[in-house]
């Protein structure tokens, strides 16, 4: 098993967060030093985090770039930030910690996951259901690679690549996030078996691979199981899914040969599927 990395300190003990209208493209942490932590854009919506106050830096930020729009700035913990403290959490096999709390037995299957200031520390019930589908399929079947579309920290990506897949590509459309998951990746000392790459999910959905891992929003996942790669794909999990939308998928997916192995439904909201594909044509 790969040697863990020794514990950190937690990333920052206060964030102060800037919130705009526009759009500022790249990693901006040249222009505002080493308080920067990130940027998070959505849409036509951009958070900048840093550990102290940046105020000096936004205003020359404004007046350089009068085409962005400040809505507003705040100030929390980063648990706050969380929802809640990030502690190590355990996911069937798997034991999910951040660097800092590092407590893993002889018979865990570690994960080291820093969320940094990416939405979500890796406990979500989607992400639960997602690690539990993943250790099924690698339990009972050999897996030679993955693929993590909407890969957020990376965890889903790590967690096959822990489980033995030797090649797994994460790929994120947020430049934050495919950043948090290479350093992830970089803490679990995974470099040679998982690759991050920072692009959209549909333009990597038909890359060759026996699994599909895919827990992103209805909105992308519809146009997902509408490429041809998707059906080259040998398992598939799918997740991400409110009720009106994973009765769609599961009616389209089942239309075309699409074998269900198993079926997860948290809080009666959350929907998360396992299936088998035979490699046939599709068609809607």
Avoid at 29 to 50: M, Q, R, V, Y
Avoid at 84 to 101: C, D, N, T, Y
Avoid at 130 to 151: P, Q, T, W
Avoid at 225 to 242: A, H, T
């Amino acid at each position: 098993m790969s040697r863990a990395p020794a514990e950190t300190a937690v990333p920052a003990s206060r964030l102060f967060i800037y919130y705009f209208q526009g759009r500022l493209g790249k990693d901006n942490a040249p222009i505002f030093g080493k308080t920067f932590i990130g940027n998070w854009e959505e849409g036509d919506s951009t958070f900048l985090f840093f550990s102290e106050p940046a105020d000096d830096a936004i205003d020359r930020l404004l007046a350089a770039r009068p085409g962005l729009k400040l809505e507003d700035r705040f100030c929390m913990s980063y648990d706050e930030w969380h929802g809640e403290p990030v502690h190590p959490f355990r996911a069937g096999r798997f034991l999910i910690m951040p660097p800092w709390r590092r407590a893993a037995d002889k018979d865990d299957v570690p994960v080291i996951l820093d969320p940094g200031v990416v939405f979500g520390a890796g406990n979500h019930p989607t992400t639960r259901d997602c690690l539990a589908a993943i250790e099924m399929v690698c339990d009972r079947n050999s897996v030679s690679s993955s693929l993590d579309l909407g890969c957020g920290t990376g965890v889903l990506a790590i967690a096959a690549a822990r489980l033995g897949s030797p090649c797994n590509l994460a790929v994120d459309n947020n430049f934050l996030a495919a950043k948090t998951a290479r350093n992830n990746v970089g803490l679990n000392h995974l470099e040679n078996q998982v690759h991050v790459v920072c692009g959209s999910a549909l333009d990597f959905t038909d890359t060759a691979a026996d699994l599909l891992i895919a827990n992103i929003h209805y909105a992308v996942m519809k146009d997902i199981i509408d490429r041809p790669g998707f059906f080259e794909k040998k398992w598939v999990i799918l997740s991400g899914l409110l009720r009106s939308e994973a009765k769609d998928i599961e009616m389209r997916l089942a239309r075309n040969g699409v074998t269900f192995i198993e079926k997860w439904v948290k809080d009666g909201v959350w929907h998360t599927f396992l299936g088998h594909l035979e490699k046939r044509p599709h068609a809607y």
